[in-house]
């Protein structure tokens, strides 16, 4: 049974990315263009160039679209999980210890998901195992057309 699991791992790292980048890249449009309730439900937009609201919905918005495709997975999402930490102990941490106290439970989730991908990748259905193949595949090739000099 366990054997039948490990081998679903890299289709369910990629299925909880997909859905990770999406909500946080949707998160992020939503602050910037004021689509899906805008920004903090209020139909509106953060003003450009405000610190950090709007610097925080950029990163949400490129971070979360390129661990959304899986193409420079782990980089980004160390960028999306140090923003979540960030926007945790700058926003939430000042109003109580705990999460749930502070309001901060969602910034502490994508944070450890995002931290997660870091060390994982970007699992199946990503752009970088798709690259990472071709990348292999023309390295290969390219070997087998070079002759070694004896």
């Known amino acids: ?3 039948r699991l490990n081998s679903a791992q890299p289709y369910a790292i ?3 990315r997909i859905v990770t980048g999406l909500l946080f ?3 992020g449009a939503a602050s910037l263009f004021g689509v899906l309730g805008g920004a903090a ?7 450009a160039g405000t610190w950090p ?8 918005l490129v971070a979360g679209a390129l661990v959304l495709v899986g ?9 999306a999980s140090g923003s979540m930490a960030f926007a945790y102990f700058d926003v939430h941490q000042q109003a109580a210890l705990w999460p749930i106290q502070n309001g901060g439970e969602l ?14 990748g970007s699992g199946a259905f990503g752009l970088d195992r798709l690259l990472g193949r071709r990348t292999a595949a023309d390295s290969g090739s390219a070997a ?3 002759p070694v000099a004896a």
Do not use: D, K, N
Not at 53 to 60: E, H, K, N
Not at 107 to 120: D, E, H, R
């Open 1 to 3: 049974m366990s054997a």
């Open 14 to 16: 990629g299925i909880f």
């Open 25 to 27: 890249t949707v998160h």
């Open 41 to 47: 439900g209020t139909g509106g937009t953060i003003p």
């Open 53 to 60: 609201g709007w610097y925080a919905a950029v990163i949400q």
């Open 71 to 79: 193409l420079g997975t782990r980089g980004a999402a160390l960028i």
């Open 107 to 120: 910034s502490v989730l994508f944070c450890w998901a995002f931290l997660l991908f870091v060390f994982t």
């Open 144 to 146: 087998e057309q070079t």
